[in-house]
Nanobody, 124 residues
């Protein structure tokens, strides 16, 4: 059983940056695929970024490509999401997820473990 705790959300102006962190405990972090999803009010949860257990494969949603970077530090059992050039439409609750197969997918149903979420609000 993997326990995930996100942090780093907050209020930022458009064009600004934030770093989200997700600390994992209770499992073999290095063997899990890790990912980030987000959910805006009234919308479905959507994929943002993922990284394989090997750290060699990273993949992004189209809206995140070039602005967001996913990083994992297996020594710290932590995965990060660096977000730059933020836009008001990036406002959402951001969730960390873990996949025991080691790879993850762009669909939320492929992930077994979820954090509680951290709010990101981008003002115009």
């Amino acid at each position: 059983q993997v326990h995930l705790v996100e942090s780093g959300g907050g209020l930022v102006q458009a064009g600004g940056s934030l770093r989200l962190s997700c600390a994992a405990s209770g499992g073999a972090f290095g063997s899990y695929g890790m990912g980030w999803f987000r959910q805006a009010p009234g919308k479905e949860r959507e994929f943002v970024a993922g990284v394989s257990w090997t750290d060699g494969y990273k993949y992004y949603a189209d809206f995140a490509e070039g602005r967001f970077t996913i990083l994992r530090d297996n020594a710290k059992n932590t995965v990060y999401l660096d977000m730059n050039s933020l836009k008001p439409e990036d406002t959402a609750v951001y969730y960390c997820a873990a996949d025991s197969t080691g790879w993850g997918q762009r669909t939320s149903t492929a992930w077994q473990y979820w954090g509680q979420g951290t709010q990101v609000t981008v003002s115009s």
